[in-house]
T-cell receptor, first 114, second 107 residues
Framework: GAGVSQSPSNKVTEKGKDVELRCDPI?????LYWYRQRLGQGLEFLIY????????KSGLPSDRFSAERTGESVSTLTIQRTQQEDSAVYLC????????????FGQGTRLTVV | DAKTTQPPSMDCAEGRAANLPCNHS???????VYWYRQIHSQGPQYIIH???NNETNEMASLIITEDRKSSTLILPHATLRDTAVYYC????????FGQGTILTVHP
């Protein structure tokens, strides 16, 4: 597609359940980023993939959070045993080469943990 | 990553120029300055970037000081649709963002 696509756009889950969020980056973009944005807050970096390099996981808040990316395509962000504080919009972005190139964001997945 | 500092909020009258400042005093020689904006409930949108020369595109102009320690994003004729949070960043790799400036354009 023309832009970064995220699915689902909305997800409501019960506390303690696992969720998987998907990101389809722009074709040819080697860099992919995940962010969390709580209501009224700024963008919180979670994880960064660049080509075949080991991902930068320094922003993951706990071991309940993990992400994978197959080559330079789709990425999934998994949250295990969800908690109410995980409620947020999860945003994905991709860029051609990482640094020095602009990033394009998807519209996000709004996760609500009840 | 160079830390950035922006005012938390600014106002601008419709049709006037909006000048949004950003301090990045620890920027290194080959780090670019990027600007993005986020309109309510949408994903952030890239606006413009630069290294040391001033830049202009269809959305905005970017003025970078000679010492590169600060920059200003200029929206030459602000409209109500420019009301958004504006983020300035400089970084390698992981694309971190500060808290941004909430710009409110009023009639």
């Amino acid at each position: 597609g023309a832009g970064v696509s995220q699915s689902p756009s909305n997800k409501v889950t019960e506390k303690g359940k696992d969720v998987e969020l998907r990101c389809d980056p722009i074709s040819g973009h080697t860099a992919l980023y995940w962010y969390r944005q709580r209501l009224g807050q700024g963008l919180e970096f979670l994880i960064y993939f660049q080509g075949n390099s080991a991902p930068d996981k320094s922003g993951l808040p706990s071991d309940r959070f993990s992400a994978e990316r197959t080559g330079e395509s789709v990425s999934t962000l998994t949250i295990q045993r969800t908690q109410q504080e995980d409620s947020a919009v999860y945003l994905c972005a991709s860029s051609r080469r990482g640094e020095y190139t602009e990033a394009f964001f998807g519209q996000g997945t709004r996760l609500t943990v009840v | 990553d160079a830390k950035t500092t922006q005012p938390p909020s600014m106002d601008c009258a419709e049709g006037r120029a909006a000048n949004l400042p950003c301090n990045h005093s620890t920027i290194s020689g080959n780090e670019y300055v990027y600007w993005y904006r986020q309109i309510h409930s949408q994903g952030p949108q890239y606006i413009i970037h630069g290294l040391k020369n001033n830049e202009t595109n269809e959305m905005a102009s970017l003025i970078i000081t000679e010492d590169r320690k600060s920059s200003t994003l200029i929206l030459p004729h602000a409209t109500l649709r420019d009301t958004a949070v504006y983020y300035c960043r400089t970084s390698y790799g992981k694309l971190t963002f500060g808290q941004g400036t909430i710009l409110t354009v009023h009639p």
